[in-house]
């Protein structure tokens, strides 16, 4: 009896391993891979930026100084199936001065394997600063970007100064892991 579930798992492994051509060009920088986060099979399939299509917001706005807001971000797939694993990279900038927003410090990143117009999603939270304030960070450009790569995509942030910790490079503020979204 043992025999037919360790082939049925043989010929699904063999299968899995067939289909991880990444169909992709080999032009992407590898400058930005996280070599302890990323095997070779699931670079290959790894999401790219450019077969993503990203709708920021709309947000629950943080209306006052520290009031804090939540801003969803929705990605959907646009090109063959793809896989998203780890944290979105985001950044924050008011024209010359740019920041990272960390990690959420209590979420663990699973794996999501996204299909042909599959979506997921994440969430910026973060707590609004003082307009003027040395601490906070007077934000209108928000950068997007995939795990592991360069590139990244511009949006305007229109919610606000951003409140730092310890002033406009420390932000009070995360992003969560990606999540399945949809259906």
Do not use: H
């Not at 001065?97 to 599959?118: I, M, Q, R």
């Not at 995509?153 to 420390?170: E, N």
């Amino acid at each position: 009896m043992r025999a037919l579930p360790i082939a049925v798992v043989a010929a699904a492994a063999a299968l899995t391993l067939t289909a991880c051509d990444s169909g992709g060009s080999s032009s992407d920088s590898d400058s930005g891979k996280k070599a302890s986060t990323a095997s070779s099979a699931a670079a290959s399939t790894a999401c790219k930026i450019d077969q993503i299509g990203i709708q920021v917001g709309p947000a629950n706005a943080a209306p006052a100084a520290g009031d804090t807001g939540n801003v969803p971000v929705t990605l959907t797939n646009k090109g063959a199936e793809c896989t998203l694993q780890g944290f979105p990279a985001v950044k924050v900038l008011d024209g010359g001065t740019g920041t990272d927003v960390p990690e959420e410090k209590s979420a663990t990143p699973p794996k999501l394997t996204l299909a042909a117009s599959g979506t997921a999603s994440f969430t910026i939270t973060y707590v609004r600063g003082t307009a003027g304030d040395g601490k906070s960070l007077a934000a209108t450009t928000l950068k997007i970007g995939l795990p592991g790569a360069a590139t990244t995509q511009s949006f305007k942030w229109s919610y606000g100064p951003l409140a730092g910790k310890t002033g406009p490079t420390d932000p009070n503020a995360s992003v969560s892991s990606f999540q399945p979204a949809g259906d």
